[in-house]
Every structure is written in C-alpha cells, then in structure tokens.
C-alpha cells in the first residue's frame, strides 16, 4: 500500500560517487541522449553554459563532463536529436536556439530573436516528424511561435 511505497522512498539515497558538478551555476535545463547503449546527460546552466556528463564514464567525477560555452543567458530547453545522436539543440534566454554537433563541438545558430520582438525565449519543443521547432515567448504569454527549420 501507500505505507510501502513511502517507506522505500524514504530508504532512498544518493551515493558520493554517484554525484558530478556537471555546470558551475544552477541547472535551468536537462536532456537525456537516447543511446541505448551509453547513459549521457546535458545539463544547461543560468551562465548559458552546457555541460554534458558521461555516466558511465570512469569513477573520477569531472572527469567525465565536458563544459561547453554555448549562450550569454539561462540555457531554457536542451533536446537530443534521435534521428542523428550526436546532434543536440537548445535554448536560451538571450533569444537564440543552437544546433550542437557534440562530436566536432561545433555548433550554427538555428534561431535568433530580438528582444523587443519576444522579450526572451522560455522553451522550446521539436516535432521531428514536420522539422518544425516550437517556441514560448517571454513577451507574449500564452503565445507559441513556430519555425520550419527546412527554410
């Protein structure tokens, strides 16, 4: 019943060695890459930075993370592309959306703003089926932009 369930969840603990500093500044995003093979973890942080921690890297803590410098504002939405694993996007704050090639660590701007236009970019969603990428605008609330990212 609900007393075992509470009691197994109270049993619960995270272990020294099961925990890596992944970004210097607090977590605004997380993204799990859809290996099936590879346990891999993007964390987007408040400096735009992106760190990406191998889980099942060696037991060395950092070691296992590569930091990467991708925005000037809070990283707000991060997603792997299961059609092409070593692609990830994400977005930010300071209006812009960034397609990552994890393997070059090299990545093109896929989607800029002006801040007056949309005062900043809270998230984002991609539907891989049409290529489109959805956008939720700070300015405008309730409002969802969309942009066909084969033009």
């Known amino acids: ?14 272990a020294e060695r099961d925990v890596a500093k992944v970004v210097p500044d607090r977590i605004y995003s997380l993204a799990f890459h859809p290996s099936v093979t590879k346990t891999l973890v993007a964390a987007g942080d ?8 191998d889980a099942d890297g060696p037991d060395e803590g950092d070691a296992c993370v590569t930091l990467l410098d ?7 939405w991060l997603h ?46 991609l539907d891989h089926a049409r290529d ?12 969802l932009w969309r942009q066909d990212l084969r033009e």
């Open 70 to 76: 991708l925005h000037s504002s809070p990283v707000s």
């Open 132 to 143: 489109m990428l959805y956008l939720g605008v700070g300015q405008h609330p309730g409002a």
């Open 1 to 14: 019943g609900e007393g075992g369930y509470r009691d197994m969840l109270a049993s619960l603990g995270v």
């Open 80 to 125: 792997f592309d299961p059609r092409c694993a070593a692609r990830m996007l994400s977005s930010s704050y300071d209006n812009t959306v960034r397609m990552l090639d994890l393997e070059r660590q090299a990545w093109v701007q896929v989607h800029e703003s002006e801040e007056a236009r949309v005062g900043f970019l809270s998230t984002a969603a």
């Open 46 to 53: 408040k400096g735009g930075r992106v760190g990406v921690f």
